[in-house]
């Protein structure tokens, strides 16, 4: 077991090694193909780079793009997971809980159609409406616009992956809960929960991947995001290959990163019980 | 009110899903030490009718009273009452998520507000009860059947209730280990605890039972010490289900 994690681990490192060798590799004979005939493959590399990166401090577009993307994608996945969360366990209570009634039917309803709603309509869209429908004055920050956006957007597949998730616990779990004295709610937290989110947690971490990639229509609102920012350095130097490349390797980086948090995570989940 | 002596009565009590009437109508009075044995064929309702005791299932009808209060009303907090009679399943349900320590403190901890050492300490002793104290830190998964259901019954005593409810105990576990789990439910009889238990192991019933009842349509169709219901059945139900099972 243990030699089959660590095979596994160097497969993960090779394998993103190689992506990233294969790009610089692309890269490259992008570069040389376009190289005049009598100047060097670096040093025509390296006038692209600068070109693109360094003259006009062109770089900041990067930087201050991936900023906006960490911000929006870190505040929109908060409220996701929590709004996710409530969603989720209010339309589990409403399913579970014995006393049907005007209330819990009507409550599920708007539960169900909101998720039916932004489960069927695009994210760009959304984010449109949000912004020139909703939102119209001009004081309002784009950034809260997207994070809001982005937030209700992902609660609602949150929602579903969660209930999936405490639907996949055993009924017996919260009838022990609930027969020792427990309150649903706190069945729901001790017991529902903690195994639950065992469960969803890969879900979870593909959830945040999509998330953070779907950011990049924020700059349909004008948001100077990643994708805008290196889409900004290629308007202006008129060649699109390594800022589009570059865009797509800080993209790659951080989708592994988390996914290394999330397998970590999981990883040490599984090592307390079963 | 009603029948102070009672811990536990039991009036008109009915239950259906739908138009499945599961009971229609069971009256009885459960008295404090008395060991209940519920006997009857599958799918009449003993599991139903022990739900509806702590109101796992809500009743359709009737009204249920413990030590006096009528916990079928509205007004009652149910979690509190609950508190009171603890429930063995069949298929155990522990936590899995948490130590066998964790199962029985949990509770305790969280409800009662032991603190915490003293909640340790007292499963400790039960645990030992039973002879699995070395399992204190272990998890579920890495208990047998019997083991399992075993500490499922010390997680029903660390919270000292009143009664325990058992659910067909040992209909889940291999034949090898259905013994262990009845000689500690046959120490519990002894020690006095109220228990009512739904079961099949119809030696355990007759040499622990302080009174057996055998559900049929919905009702308590006899009811009697073992010795009469198994020496001599009157309703012919039971006759016909004691020779199938006996
Ligand atoms: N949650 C439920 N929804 C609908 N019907 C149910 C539900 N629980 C039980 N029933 C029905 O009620 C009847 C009695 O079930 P119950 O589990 O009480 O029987 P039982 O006597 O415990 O049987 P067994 O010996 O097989 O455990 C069965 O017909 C069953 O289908
Ligand atoms: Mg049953």
Not at chain 1, 94 to 108: A, E, S, W
Not at chain 1, 154 to 159: D, E, F, G, L, R
Not at chain 1, 201 to 224: C, D, M, R
Not at chain 2, 207 to 214: C, G, H
Request: proline share 3%.
């Amino acid at each position: 077991m243990r030699k089959r994690l660590l095979n596994k681990k160097y497969a993960y490192y090779i394998a993103a090694i190689a992506v990233l060798l294969i790009v610089f590799a692309v890269v490259g004979f992008a570069a040389e193909g376009a190289a005049s005939a009598d100047t060097g493959f670096f040093a025509e590399f390296k006038a692209k780079l600068i070109n693109n990166f360094v003259k006009e401090d062109r770089w900041k577009y990067l930087t201050s793009g991936l900023l906006n993307t960490l911000i929006i994608s870190f505040f929109a996945v908060i409220i996701g997971v929590v709004l996710g969360f409530i969603i989720a366990i209010l339309r589990s209570a409403c399913d579970m809980l014995d006393k049907k009634n005007i209330f819990t039917k009507t409550l599920n309803g708007i539960l169900k159609a909101y998720l039916t709603v932004i489960r069927g309509t695009p994210a760009l869209i959304q984010l449109l409406i949000i912004y020139y429908v909703i939102f119209t004055s001009p004081n309002v920050s784009k950034l809260f616009v997207a994070v809001i956006s982005f937030g209700l957007n992902s609660s609602a597949y949150i929602a579903e992956i969660v209930r999936s998730g405490i639907m996949s616990i055993d009924k017996g779990q919260f009838e022990a809960g609930r027969s020792l004295g427990f309150t649903y709610a706190q069945t729901m937290w001790h017991f529902i929960l903690p195994q639950a989110f065992k469960n969803i947690l890969p879900a979870l971490g593909n959830e945040f991947i999509v998330l953070i990639k779907e950011t990049s229509i924020a700059g349909y609102i004008g948001i100077n995001e990643l994708t805008r920012g290196g889409d900004f350095i290629r308007s202006r130097t008129y060649e699109a290959f390594l800022p589009l490349i570059a865009v797509a390797v800080i993209y790659l980086v951080i989708v592994m990163i988390l996914t290394k948090l999330v397998d970590m995570m999981e990883r040490r989940l599984k090592t307390d019980g079963r | 009110m009603v029948d102070n002596k009672a811990m536990i009565h039991v009036e008109g009590l009915c239950k259906s899903f739908g138009d499945n009437h599961v009971l229609n109508g069971v009256d009885i009075d459960i008295h404090k030490g008395e060991v209940l044995v519920i006997i009857g064929p599958s799918g009449c309702g003993k599991s139903t009718f022990l739900r509806c005791l702590n109101l796992l299932e809500t009743p359709s009808a009737g009204r249920i009273f413990l030590d006096g209060v009528d916990i079928t009303a509205p007004s009652v907090n149910i979690n509190k009452q609950r508190q009171k009679m603890m429930m063995v399943f069949q298929h155990f349900n522990l936590f899995p998520h948490k130590t066998i320590l964790e199962n029985l403190t949990i509770a305790p901890i969280k409800l009662k507000k032991l603190p915490k050492a003293e909640a340790d300490e007292k499963a400790m002793s039960i645990l030992r009860r039973v002879g699995l104290e070395d399992k204190a830190y272990a998890y579920p998964s890495q208990l047998s059947g019997g083991q399992k259901q075993r500490v499922a019954i010390c997680r029903a005593l660390a919270m000292d209730p009143e009664m325990i409810l058992f659910d067909e105990p040992t209909s889940a576990l291999d034949p090898e280990m259905v013994g262990e789990v009845l000689e500690v439910m046959k120490e519990l009889a002894n020690s006095g605890i109220t228990m009512v238990c739904v079961t099949h192991e119809m030696g355990f019933a007759r040499e622990v039972a302080s009174k057996i009842i055998f559900f049929d349509q919905g009702v308590i169709a006899e009811c009697g010490t073992p010795d009469e219901v198994f020496s001599n059945p009157k309703n012919p139900r039971l006759r016909d289900f004691l020779s199938k099972i006996l």
